[in-house]
Every structure is written in structure tokens, then in C-alpha cells.
């Protein structure tokens, strides 16, 4: 039986198998040695949300016939569904574009829904999407979400307080007869250590094409590396993501990553980031970073946590920690600022 740590390696050399001379010829050999566990790749690739991923690309560099015939049926069977999926997320984010740009308001698609309208994945089915993310700016916000209330979107989770305060987006809207929920954003990251990586930071190298706009292939490999060091606290947790991490191995292929993340004054954490897809990815040539002792120290903090599974614990404990920080934080802000302290208000009233 393979560990989850192995398994989540071999995974990782699929993931490039399209690109990588090396990881294809190295994933060949493991594939002819009959030793794979196909019980955990599926329920770590499922886990890790590129399962769809893996099957395109063992499908496209001819692997499908060492796997079991039942297993490529069913990768075949969740590919379709979830390029279909994926096919009416990017009708629902072309409506909203029309939409918006008909009202002088330009969206700005960002994560999954972004990478779709732009064309990063050789197939829209390797891409597991939630949500629709997009950004406009602060004086355009509030037009926004009346705008779209006109449109018949309304909140997912009704008669509860307003987050937007304490959070980057609007809370959560779905229409009735489309397939995913959007998310306005305002921002795109809390912390203040790179609070300035904003709406007039990135909207004069804007991409656009005949679906939408999207960020510029430089300012994506931030907003993937953001994602997870800040917004999903992967600096605190030095957990692995495959979904962000192939996201950042294609932007690769677009643009230098270390000179892209040093547009940002405070870009530390994003080189930890950047250095630990490197290793995942066995080596490509194409993921640059700064070889410093503090991505390393990163990287050996998350093989520790691979190697020691009994440390989940103390991941769970640092998920808490940061939970109560952030309510704590909020809780002072209501003590000097009116806002805060209404949307604390209107969260205790709700509980009653």
C-alpha cells in the first residue's frame, strides 16, 4: 500500500507528465511496475480536487491503458460531468460579464472561473470550480451587488448578518436555474502585510478576451500563491494543495514566478509557496524561485507533517487558533470603529 505521502508525489509527477520529459518517463516506469494503489490515488486525488486533472493527463499522454478498466470508466465518467459543470460556469460568468459591462462596471473573474474564460487548462474538465470569484472596485461594489439583486440573484444563506466587513467578498449569492454561487470581491487578500496587491494594482495589466476580463498571468501567480499562503493560511498550516499548486505549475509556463511575486514588497511567504510546488513537481524547469533557508525550512515543515501524521493534531489546534484570532481582532476593531461594532451587534442577535 502506498502512503499518503507517496501517493500524493506520484500524483503530483502525473500533474506534469504534458510538459515534463522526465516525470512522464519516470511515471511510465512506476505505471509498468504494477505497484500503484489506485484505491488512494483515487481518494487522494479526489481529496485534493484534481482528480478530473489527473485522468486529462494520463489520457492525453496515453497512460489509460495501465490503469484498471473500471477506474479509467469512472475518471472518464466524473471528466465529463465536470466539463460539463465547468462548461455552464463559463456561460453563467459570460451573463454576468454582459451584464455588469451593459451597467459601465467591468468584472474581474479571479481563481478557477478566471483560468476557464482564459484558456490556462488544455481541457475546461481539468479544473474542479466552487464558486464564481470576481472583483470590482470599492466604488463600484455596492452598484454591483444592487445590480445583480435586480438580476435575481439573492444570499445563499438567508436571514444571517452581513460579512462583508470582516470578509475579502460579498456572502454568497445564487440564482435560481444557475449552476454555481458567486462571490463579489472587494479585495482579494486581508492581511495587511500585502494589502497593497488590490484592485488599482492589478487592473492596469488586466487580460481580456471575448468572455471577460482576468488577471494578467503575473499578477495570477500572486493571486494563486496569496490564495494559499494568506487567504487559506497555508503559511501557518503548511498543508499541500494540489488544485492552487497545478494552477501555479501552468502559470509557469506563462511567466517567471519569482520576478512575478516580487512586484509585491512582501513576497516572503509567496517564495515559500513557489519552492514547495517546485519539489512536488519533482523539479520543473520552469517553477523559479529564491533558494533561501526560509522556503526550505517551509518545505521540510510540510514533509515533517507528511511523514508524521499524529502532527494533524496540531494542525487542527493552529485552524483554531486562527479562527479566535480573527474573532478576537474583531472584536477589538468594535470597540473603536461604529461598523464593526454594528456587524458584531447583528451577529449576536442572531444567535438569540
Known sequence: MMTYKETLFFIGKCLTISHEKKNYEEVELELQSGKIDWDQVVKVSTGQFVFPALYCNLKRMKFLHYLPKDLVEYMEHIT?????????????AKEINKLLLSNNITPIFLKGTGNLLEGLYEDIAERMVGDIDFLVS???????????????????????????????HYPKMTKEGRIASIEVHYKMVSNL????????????????????????????????????????????????????????????????????????????????????????????????????????????????????????????????????SHRFKTLLKALYNKDYFNYVLNRIKSKL
Open 193 to 324: 502585510k500585502i494589502i497593497d496587491f488590490n484592485y488599482d494594482f492589478i487592473f492596469p495589466n488586466i487580460l481580456k478576451n471575448k468572455h471577460g476580463s482576468f488577471l494578467s498571468h503575473k499578477d495570477n501567480i500572486i493571486m494563486t500563491s496569496i490564495n494559499k499562503q494568506f487567504n487559506d493560511n497555508g503559511q501557518f498550516l503548511k498543508n499541500i494543495n494540489l488544485r492552487n499548486s497545478y494552477d501555479l505549475f501552468l502559470l509557469s509556463k506563462k511567466e517567471n514566478t519569482i520576478e512575478s511575486i516580487k512586484k509585491l514588497k512582501n513576497h516572503k511567504e509567496l517564495n515559500c509557496f513557489i519552492y514547495s510546488c517546485y519539489n512536488i513537481f519533482n523539479k520543473p524547469k520552469s517553477i523559479n524561485f529564491d533558494n533561501n533557508d526560509s522556503a526550505k525550512l517551509f518545505y521540510k515543515k510540510q514533509i515533517h507533517l507528511l511523514d508524521n501524521p499524529k502532527s494533524s493534531l496540531k494542525k487542527r489546534i493552529t485552524k483554531d487558533q486562527l479562527k479566535y
Open 80 to 92: 465529463n460531468l465536470n466539463r460539463d459543470r465547468n462548461q455552464q460556469i463559463i456561460e453563467q
Open 138 to 168: 470599492d466604488s463600484e461594489f455596492k452598484s454591483t451587488i444592487y445590480i445583480l439583486k435586480k438580476f435575481y440573484y439573492s444570499e445563499f444563506h438567508k436571514n444571517k448578518p452581513d460579512t462583508t466587513l470582516t470578509n475579502r
